[in-house]
T-cell receptor, first 113, second 111 residues
Framework: DVKVTQSSRYLVKRTGEKVFLECVQD?????MFWYRQDPGLGLRLIYF???????EKGDIPEGYSVSREKKERFSLILESASTNQTSMYLC????????????FGSGTRLTVV | TQLLEQSPQFLSIQEGENLTVYCNSS?????LQWYRQEPGEGPVLLVT?????EVKKLKRLTFQFGDARKDSSLHITAAQPGDTGLYLC???????????FGKGTKLSVIP
């Protein structure tokens, strides 16, 4: 069964910490995405990548960075975590040229205290 | 900027009832997907529609893409408690595989 795996289901971090969220897909997909999901705001795109070592800013990139050194892995980095980054983080991947939508991971519920 | 409006935002119904949720835009989409998300999980793809007027059925769920490819609906017949979740629609424009998501319809089916 094809999968997008996020390294942690739940994380609690302190304000100011550097936080790494990892995402790995086994489908050889070119495209990978990081979203955050908050009640009433829906899914908001943070960053995406269409190829190895390539990254593009989404709608809310401030306070985040990403890394894609290998095709299967897309990492989201919170340089200095703040309480307003408490959220559900979702990673997704898709196949270039396919209209078939995204495959999502199970999400990481991050709490910054 | 392409926007997708979903309605209703919340829906609570009794088991066995029928329901329809809507996804509307002023923009044309080359394809549209519906996802279901259960609490604490990521969204799971239910269906993709690509042709204006297309109707797809998935057991008790019927999905329709509008003739002008600007809107879609999801109809559930005889809802079950297992249908409970957040239903998201998402569309992609011509030449783009980056999706625009609606904010979702939160469905509760009461036994």
């Amino acid at each position: 069964d094809v999968k997008v795996t996020q390294s942690s289901r739940y994380l609690v971090k302190r304000t100011g910490e550097k936080v790494f969220l990892e995402c790995v897909q086994d489908m050889d997909h070119e495209n990978m995405f990081w979203y955050r999901q908050d009640p009433g705001l829906g899914l908001r795109l943070i960053y995406f990548s269409y190829d190895v070592k390539m990254k593009e800013k989404g709608d809310i990139p401030e306070g985040y960075s990403v890394s894609r050194e290998k095709k299967e892995r897309f990492s989201l980095i919170l340089e200095s975590a703040s309480t307003n980054q408490t959220s559900m983080y979702l990673c997704a991947s898709s196949l270039r040229g396919s209209p078939d939508g995204y495959t999502f991971g199970s999400g990481t519920r991050l709490t910054v205290v | 900027t392409q926007l997708l409006e979903q309605s209703p935002q919340f829906l609570s119904i009794q088991e066995g009832e029928n329901l329809t949720v809507y996804c509307n835009s002023s923009s044309v989409f080359s394809s549209l997907q519906w996802y279901r998300q259960e609490p604490g999980e990521g969204p799971v793809l239910l269906v993709t529609v690509v042709t204006g007027g297309e109707v797809k059925k998935l057991k008790r769920l019927t999905f329709q893409f509008g003739d002008a490819r600007k809107d879609s609906s999801l109809h559930i017949t005889a809802a079950q408690p297992g249908d409970t979740g957040l239903y998201l629609c998402a569309g992609s424009g011509a030449g783009s595989y980056q999706l625009t998501f609606g904010k979702g319809t939160k469905l509760s089916v009461i036994p």
